[in-house]
């Protein structure tokens, strides 16, 4: 792969940077800055070099439109803060004002174009309409670096397409990311442990798939916990269910006994009378669900503590770590404690330890960790997921 040393001579150049400054945002707020700070290493180098640096980003889905509350605007004055200079910001993102910012840009300067995904090019389906689209966005520069580890599973102009248009690279983000995982997937120093979580399931089957021979122990928690324990044959109430998946999840306990690979579900769960901070709570048996006042309306919210003392205690003793997913509705109080356990245990790990996933690394940190308490936290969850199922990313193969 191509990388920022393949680009030479970079002074007075003009470098158009993917970035992925998809940040959590409450109205206006950002709420996690981890994916601005993750950018900055290679944004530093590009004005180091004195070249003029152009950075363009999606953020959130606006599907082809302007959409105000998605604007790009916040997140670059976001980014003039932790670099320490000026950031300008054009409020177009190929449109007359883009046109004359990059114009006016001079060396070691940086400009954010609006949202990429405000243009249906972005993320059309047909690869013409996205080559239009990225060819408007190459008219800017001299050089593309991509360095948006988000998206690089993703075939989107402005990730693939792109980088074919121009001399272009992989920046110093995507660098470090791909060094991590590929120490996850290359011999993996043992006890090997992947903890699982987080809402969707069937999102995060393809990885159980093809890290079950790989691992030692698979940890899972958060709400796809409740497609295996019905697979177990456990009613669990009113708790996220993906009915569809059941048959699959039987496939990966037979097969897992078959390998000799344990997988751990919790054996007690925190189970609510509805969603929300003021819910009534009970902890009861992960075969219990339906048992307690609630009956079949409870909501399972998050592993329950004797759970929460078992993983931490299997993460605690692994030399490699990784996990995606939050054990519980960590956005709330009451439903936190099994996330928190478990990051405080990676944070404990005498090796490698992993964070991915968007919501996972928010998590960590409004639970009050910091960054530098885990070997890794990855800014790209879906992106790292896909890599760790060994699928191709389109947005890496065409930096080869
Ligand atoms: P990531 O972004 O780290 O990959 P996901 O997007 O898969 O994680 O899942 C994160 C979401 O899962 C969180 O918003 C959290 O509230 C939710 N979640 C975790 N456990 C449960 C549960 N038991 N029931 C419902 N939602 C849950
Ligand atoms: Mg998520």
Redesign the pocket.
């Known amino acids: 792969m191509r990388t920022l040393a393949d680009l030479p001579n970079l002074k007075s150049k003009t470098v158009i940077v993917r970035c992925d400054l998809n940040v959590p945002l409450d109205g206006s707020k950002i709420t996690d800055d981890g994916r601005v700070i993750a950018s900055l290493p290679t944004l530093k180098y590009l004005i180091g070099e004195g070249a003029k640096v152009i950075v363009i980003s999606h953020l959130g889905r606006p599907a082809g439109e302007v959409v105000a509350k998605y604007s790009l605007g916040p997140v670059a004055g976001r980014l003039g803060e932790l670099l320490g200079t000026d950031v300008s910001f054009a409020s177009d993102t190929v449109g007359s004002n883009a046109k004359s910012a990059v114009a006016n840009l001079q060396d070691g300067q940086v400009l954010v174009l609006e949202n990429l995904r405000f243009n249906p090019g972005e993320t059309a389906k047909d690869s013409a309409e996205r080559s239009a689209f990225a060819s408007e966005i190459a008219a800017f520069g001299d050089f593309f670096v991509s360095d948006g580890f988000g998206v690089v599973h993703r075939k989107q102009a402005s990730v693939y397409e792109l980088a074919g248009l121009l001399p272009s690279a992989a920046g110093l983000l995507i660098e470090a990311e791909l060094k991590v995982l590929v120490r996850l997937t290359k011999n993996p120093e043992r006890p090997y442990v992947v903890v699982l ?4 399931v069937s ?2 089957l393809g990885v159980i798939d093809h890290l079950l021979p790989h691992v030692n122990q698979l940890l899972v ?6 497609t295996f324990l019905a697979a177990l044959g456990y009613k669990v109430g009113s ?2 269910l993906e009915v569809d998946q059941i048959e699959r999840v039987k496939g990966y306990l037979k097969r897992a006994e078959e390998l000799g690979i344990e997988v751990v579900l919790p054996t007690d769960i925190v189970v609510a009378s509805k ?1 929300g901070a003021d819910a009534e709570v009970k902890v009861t048996g992960s075969d219990l669900i339906e048992g307690t006042p609630f009956g079949a309306s409870g ?4 592993i329950g503590p004797a759970s929460a003392l078992h993983f931490a205690d299997v993460i605690r003793n692994a030399k490699t770590v990784f996990w ?9 109080d009451q ?1 936190a404690n099994g ?1 928190k356990q478990v990051a405080l245990a990676l944070t404990e790990v005498d090796g490698l330890s992993v964070v ?8 960590v940190r409004i639970l009050g960790f910091s960054d530098e308490q885990f070997s890794h936290i990855s800014t790209g ?2 992106a790292s ?1 896909e890599y760790l199922e060994g699928k191709e990313m389109p947005g890496l193969e065409v930096l080869k």
Do not use: R, W, Y
Request: charged share 15%.
């Open positions: 979580g987080g809402s969707k999102d995060k928690g958060g709400g796809m916990v409740f708790s996220l969603f909501l399972g919210l998050d995606n997913g939050p054990m519980g509705v960590f956005e709330i439903f996330t991915g996933g968007g919501d996972s690394a928010a998590a969850g879906g997921l």
